[in-house]
């Protein structure tokens, strides 16, 4: 669909609370382009275009842009993304800068992420899953080198359970 006035600033909303939200909030006040900016939920940093508006209910945040007359939704953390607010926002009508809940489901699944690569033959380091902590502890200690051991699901773009393990180290992860 073409736009009848491409000239006409654009409203915005980032969603997010970090430093990237932070980052592109910032870059794009800057921007002719943007004549209205808000972030959702924000953070000191982005103050002056916070709006209170709960992210995890994907019906407020359309209802919001539909409401706003917002023209681009940039959502910058991976929760949003995994839970499918791009795919929502695109079925409200709204464009959004992101990928799919499918594409993102890579970022939020590190075993899922080893499933595709292993079926497309996409090169990764070895890995194994686990469900049961025993069978983790004796993989790790049976390796014969140092691991990373990683917990699947989200880290809020923190590698916060990666850690280098090697024989009684293992233990740690219980």
């Known amino acids: 669909m073409s736009d009848p006035d491409p000239e006409r600033p654009r409203r915005v909303l980032v969603v997010g609370g970090g430093g990237r939200e932070h980052a592109l909030a910032l870059s794009l006040a800057d921007s002719y382009r943007v004549g209205r900016l808000w972030v959702a939920p924000g953070n000191a940093g982005t103050a002056a275009w916070n709006v209170d508006l709960d ?42 800068f992101g990928p799919s809940a499918r594409a993102a489901a890579l970022e939020g699944s590190k075993a899922h992420t080893r499933r595709f690569a292993d079926r497309w033959g996409i090169p990764s380091p070895g ?28 880290a809020d773009g923190i590698d916060r359970v ?13």
């Open 162 to 174: 990666g850690r280098r393990l090697r024989d009684d180290d293992a233990l740690a992860g219980r």
């Open 55 to 96: 992210v995890t209910d994907h019906a407020a945040v359309c209802g919001f842009c539909v409401g706003q007359g917002v023209d681009l939704v940039v959502v910058g953390p991976e929760a949003p993304l995994v839970s499918g607010l791009v795919d929502d926002l695109t079925a409200a009508g709204v464009p959004a």
């Open 127 to 154: 890995s194994a899953t686990f469900d049961d902590v025993d069978a983790a502890v004796e993989h790790v200690r049976s390796c014969g080198h140092r691991v990373v051991v990683k917990a699947d699901g989200l």
